[in-house]
């Protein structure tokens, strides 16, 4: 040990606090600031096929792991640690702690004595890093293992933690408890909750939350507001999971959970907007036809294809987009062929751009584009912001052709040129 530490060879140092002191690379990680995984690749004596691992050379990172071990200076070459000089304050007299005791208050040795107690544990660091591995196992197990075998691993699991939990040990040992039985809660919520135990499944989540409040961890949180998304989401209840996605958000915005919100927001909103659909064409097919149905403020029941157009492209359903805008622009031209609704035209052929950027067709896209743009009568605002879909569609697709470069430069002539001042009236 004091060769790896006068040659600065920490992984040696890892690798050897953990055999003979019984400390778990989580700890040495949580002790120096480094990821578990991290520790053990420097601890592995060959992880290259060289013969070479990773040696820490920065300064700072040094000092980091020699404090962060509490390693005396002098062994590794430096000059006496900070934490090293330092030194309890003396008193200028001990008072008998009996007497303190009487007074009411706790005495020296009372005090030290209550703080050795605070320190002794009947779990160690392998039984932790044990109840670890077993959790991480469990969870990836989960996509295929069958569910009636991981509902009984974790219930066994919950088990076991929370018996660990009434013995003595460390406080920050008992927030690692604490935190690894937030970890079975949450999945024990989804096995349950996939063997259509629902009742049972929400008590575990809320369990999840509430021990996430209270060890302070945030990535726990989030996933039992992911898993509460998860449960709205399957049962069409939209605003409640719109409320899960963003109390999520708001626990933690470091993990993977929140790439899961973000998902869970976007399948409910394309299924909101086919029900959305689906009742708006229902409440229209009531109502009688409009005398005047240009009037702005009249619903046109023609305009309807214009809608689901959208809606369908802003889906990625192109089939279906593109029949609803052919009907846009067949609604929107009137016998002698003029357009009677140019803007309505417009986008309905940018969208058949997007459609046709989608599937290969990028002369087809190129020239719906630019019919659309060279439109006479067009509500800017709304117009970019579908030609900004087709810019997209053919940047992405096409990056290297002439034609998609031509078209963005129109698109950003023409967003130029609505930056202007503007009139007095």
């Given at each position: 040990m004091r060769s790896a530490i006068a040659n600065h060879d920490f992984g040696e140092v890892f690798r050897l606090a953990k055999?003979?002191?019984?400390?778990?690379?989580?700890k040495i990680a949580e002790a120096v600031g480094y990821k578990r995984d991290h520790i053990g690749k420097m601890a592995r004596p060959d992880t290259d096929g060289k013969g070479v691992r990773p040696r820490i050379t920065q300064f700072h990172?040094?000092?980091?792991?020699?404090?962060?071990?509490?390693?005396?200076?002098?062994?590794?070459?430096?000059?006496?640690?900070?934490?090293?000089?330092?030194?309890?304050?003396?008193?200028?007299?001990?008072?008998?702690?009996?007497?303190?005791?009487t007074q009411g208050g706790a005495g020296l040795w009372d005090i030290a004595e209550m703080l050795r107690r605070t320190e002794m544990s009947n779990i160690n660091s392998a039984a932790l890093e044990s109840i670890e591995e077993g959790i991480d196992q469990l969870a990836r197990a989960y996509p295929y293992a069958n569910a009636d075998y991981l509902h009984e691993?974790?219930?066994?699991?919950?088990?076991?933690?929370?018996?660990?939990?009434a013995g003595r040990m460390t406080l920050r040992q008992h927030r690692d408890l604490l935190v690894d039985t937030g970890w079975l809660f949450l999945l024990n919520a989804c096995v349950q909750y996939d063997r259509g135990q629902r009742e049972a499944a929400n008590l575990s989540k809320a369990a999840a939350l509430r021990i996430g409040e209270e060890a302070g961890h945030g990535e726990i949180k989030a996933w039992a507001w992911e898993i509460e998304a998860w449960f709205a989401l399957t049962q069409s209840r939209w605003q409640d999971?719109?409320?899960?996605?963003?109390?999520?958000?708001?626990?933690?915005?470091?993990?993977?959970?929140?790439?899961?919100?973000?998902?869970?927001?976007?399948?409910?909103?394309?299924?909101?907007?086919?029900?959305?659909?689906?009742?708006?064409?229902a409440?229209?097919?009531?109502?009688?036809?409009?005398?005047?149905?240009?009037?702005?403020?009249?619903?046109?029941?023609?305009?309807w294809d214009f809608y689901e157009m959208d809606a369908y492209r802003l889906l990625g359903d192109d089939e279906r987009a593109a029949t609803h805008a052919r009907s846009v622009i067949r609604i929107s031209t009137g016998p002698d062929e003029t357009e009677i609704s140019p803007m309505r035209a417009a986008e309905a052929r940018l969208t058949l751009g997007v459609a046709a950027a989608r599937t290969?067709?990028?002369?087809?896209?190129?020239?719906?584009?630019?019919?659309a743009l060279e439109a006479d009568r067009k509500s800017l605002p709304s117009l970019l912001l579908v030609a900004d879909e087709l810019d997209k569609e053919l940047r992405a697709r096409y990056p290297r052709e002439a034609a998609s470069r031509d078209f963005h430069e129109q698109v950003m002539a023409i967003k130029r040129g609505t930056a202007g001042p503007e009139l007095p009236f």
């Open positions: 055999i003979h002191g019984h400390i778990s690379y989580a990172k040094i000092l980091e792991v020699v404090d962060g071990l509490r390693i005396p200076g002098q062994l590794a070459g430096l000059a006496p640690r900070p934490w090293e000089l330092e030194r309890p304050a003396r008193t200028a007299q001990l008072e008998d702690p009996s007497t303190l005791i691993r974790t219930r066994n699991g919950l088990q076991f933690v929370t018996k660990q939990l999971m719109l409320n899960a996605v963003e109390a999520g958000h708001a626990s933690d915005q470091t993990h993977s959970v929140g790439v899961q919100l973000y998902a869970h927001k976007a399948r409910a909103a394309a299924r909101l907007v086919r029900d959305s659909l689906d009742a708006g064409r409440r229209l097919d009531r109502l009688p036809r409009p005398d005047h149905p240009e009037h702005h403020f009249i619903i046109d029941p023609d305009k290969g067709e990028i002369e087809e896209a190129i020239g719906m584009g630019t019919a």
